[in-house]
């Protein structure tokens, strides 16, 4: 973004933060959703002086099990409230007044945008509004908006897509992703509000839920249920482990230059067929589970961030080799059959249902 708010920058804050020794309260919006979790969990254990408050609605992908080993932790609060609501907002920037806000809350699934765009826009569009409002009435320290690749559209074979690259989203939830952007461009350029975007690749990791990518094969896969993959498979998508993606955030929130927008990646990409036979070949399964199902529309065939202006600005870099991460997720869902047996048994069973089963091919 253009830089002709520095005035207002130094006189809304003064100096780099020194977190470690402050007692902070950070406002996370969506953390009972997969990344907030870990973000959460990520903040208690690094910062013991800071107050985490997770604001939630906890719609179908919020789920309080990802956070149990939190609930007699003095420095976590729970909030049921929706981004979208004014006045739940209102009541929990009244109650806590935090310094800093990460705003994750949102409705992340692509084909339920497809199906239904209409509560994408208010949850990430107008929501995001909401809690930049009462962020600025509320003097909130940085607005941290987590933000997407996706924003970017597709990007060609041999090109990586840096900060300046152009909006060009394919469908309603990049759609909706890039407007908040936008409206984060705005804060800072109208109201000199303090705030960071962060776009990061496809995440993986623990207490993802089922409907994603890698969670849909390593669940499935274990229960022996067909693996859908989309058109021909040859979808390139770049993955990044959860946790690199939260020290990613902490170190924007801390130390990103207010008005900037980072990309967050690793430069690991696959092609999700690929992707698909390799998890497969990992648990010792046959191809036979994969399942061809009709193309998303609209579905972007390549994403690929250039992540160097976070590597080289701010001395982040990716920490966890694939590999072992992926190790590491196929053990945590084959140990936490209970919590995906729980949310298979309920209103996800349907939903599964309504988006794959009208895409399945004949594949004789
Ligand atoms: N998963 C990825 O690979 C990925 C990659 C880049 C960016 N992101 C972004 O990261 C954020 C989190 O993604 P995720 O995969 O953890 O999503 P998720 O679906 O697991 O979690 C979303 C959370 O937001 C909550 N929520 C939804 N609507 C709300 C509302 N109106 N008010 C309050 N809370 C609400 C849900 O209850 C849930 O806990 C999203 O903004 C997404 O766009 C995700």
């Keep these: 973004m253009e830089k002709n708010n520095i005035e207002k920058e130094i006189n809304f804050f003064n100096g780099k933060t020194n977190l ?56 976590y609060v729970f909030v049921k409230g929706n981004v979208s609501d004014p006045k739940d907002v209102k009541t929990t920037f009244e109650q806590f007044n935090p310094d800093f806000v990460v705003h994750f809350a949102a409705e992340s699934h692509v084909d339920k945008s497809i199906i239904n765009p209409n509560i994408f826009l208010e949850t990430n569009v107008l929501g995001t509004q909401i809690m930049l409002n009462y962020s600025r009435e509320y003097k909130v320290q940085k607005f941290v908006q987590i933000s997407t690749d996706e924003v970017y559209g597709s990007i060609q074979e041999n090109c990586n897509v840096g900060e300046e690259g152009s909006l060009a989203p394919n469908n309603p939830y990049a759609a909706s992703k890039a407007s908040a952007d936008l409206l984060l461009r705005v804060a800072y350029q109208t109201y000199g509000q303090r705030v960071n975007i962060v776009r990061a690749c496809n995440n993986f990791g623990p207490y993802q839920f089922p409907e994603k990518f890698i969670p849909i094969i390593i669940t499935n896969a274990l229960q022996n249920k067909e693996i859908p993959v989309y058109g021909n498979g040859i979808n390139v998508r ?32 696959w092609r999700n067929i690929d992707l698909v036979e390799h998890i497969l070949q990992k648990l010792d399964l046959k191809n036979d589970l994969i399942s061809y199902v009709l193309d998303r529309q609209g579905h972007d065939i390549r994403y690929s961030v250039d992540s160097s202006k976070i590597r080289k600005q701010l001395n982040w870099e990716p920490q966890i080799d694939f590999e072992t991460g992926l190790e590491q997720v196929i053990s945590w869902y084959k140990n936490h059959l ?15 249902k309504e988006i794959y089963k009208p895409r399945m091919m004949d594949t004789d």
């Design 338 to 352: 209970d919590w995906i047996e729980e949310i298979n048994s309920g209103e996800y069973a349907a939903y599964f």
């Design 20 to 75: 470690q020794e402050d007692n902070k309260i950070i406002l996370v919006t969506g953390g009972a959703g997969f990344i907030g979790s870990n973000f959460i969990r990520h903040l208690i254990n690094k910062y013991p002086n800071f107050k985490v408050i997770n604001f939630d609605k906890l719609t179908y992908s919020g789920n309080l099990n990802n956070l149990t080993t939190l609930e007699d932790n003095n420095n």
């Design 238 to 269: 770049e993955w990044i482990h959860v946790e690199d993606h939260c020290r990613a955030i902490d170190t924007i929130m801390q130390d990103g230059k207010s008005g900037e927008i980072y990309n967050v990646g690793t430069g690991n990409k």
